[in-house]
């Protein structure tokens, strides 16, 4: 019971940060929730409540969304999701948690140390290549959002336009993390409790 008070106040932490900034709520739950709950469960779960929100924030914004690009986007995220949700299923958890944590530092450092936004955006192929570490990173730990958001915050200069994508994203990242969690047979009656 402590267990599912403990989630319950985690999340409210995590949904209302995500309220504000936007994104991250499964970054900041994550390595919180990770303390005290097996990983799958946590990742099952997180990735099922954003798939959701997501949805419906790309649900009111539908019109605006540039969706031959939100396809060529998803294309990549596709290819690295099945090697991260194996990655999850079958590693230890303590060697699951070091990666998620070396990848949290890496990304703070990365984001951090960015020097200002060129005006215009040149795609280079190292860019599809951190579209797919996204997808692997969305696979097993449900959180490769800010690896998308680097891609669409560069892509995107307007703010409004940046978010809409990410909805977008979001949406395609989480649902098809969570058919694969479907597939895999993440969810079952003990872990409605945390739906």
């Known amino acids: 019971m402590i267990e599912l008070i403990l989630y319950g106040v985690v999340m409210v932490i995590a949904m209302t940060m995500a309220g504000i900034i936007g994104f991250a709520a499964n970054v900041i739950?994550?390595?919180?929730?990770?303390?005290?709950?097996?990983?799958?469960?946590?990742?099952?779960?997180?990735?099922l409540i954003a798939a959701?929100?997501?949805?419906?924030?790309a649900f009111r914004v539908r019109d605006r969304i540039h969706w031959k690009e939100l396809a060529h986007i998803v294309l990549y995220l596709v290819i690295g999701m099945p090697f991260g949700l194996i990655m999850l299923n079958y590693l230890p958890e303590l060697a699951l948690k070091a990666i998620l944590s070396v990848f949290i530092a890496a990304t703070a450092v990365v984001e951090t140390s960015r020097g200002k936004k060129r005006d215009t955006f040149q795609e280079r192929p190292w860019h599809k290549l951190l579209?797919?570490?996204?997808?692997?990173?969305?696979g097993a730990f449900g959180c490769g959002g800010p690896l998308t958001v680097i891609y669409t915050r560069n892509?995107?200069?307007?703010?409004?336009?940046?978010?809409?994508m990410q909805f977008?994203?979001?949406?395609?990242?989480?649902?098809?993390?969570?058919?694969g969690h479907v597939a895999s047979?993440?969810?079952?009656?003990a872990s409605l409790p945390y739906v």
């Open 155 to 164: 892509r995107y200069r307007d703010k409004d336009m940046f978010r809409v």
């Open 185 to 189: 047979g993440s969810y079952t009656i």
């Open 52 to 57: 959701l929100q997501s949805g419906v924030q």
């Open 131 to 138: 579209l797919v570490c996204s997808g692997f990173i969305s």
């Open 168 to 179: 977008g994203c979001g949406t395609f990242s989480m649902g098809l993390s969570t058919l």
């Open 29 to 47: 739950a994550l390595p919180l929730l990770s303390m005290f709950l097996p990983l799958n469960l946590v990742v099952s779960m997180l990735v």
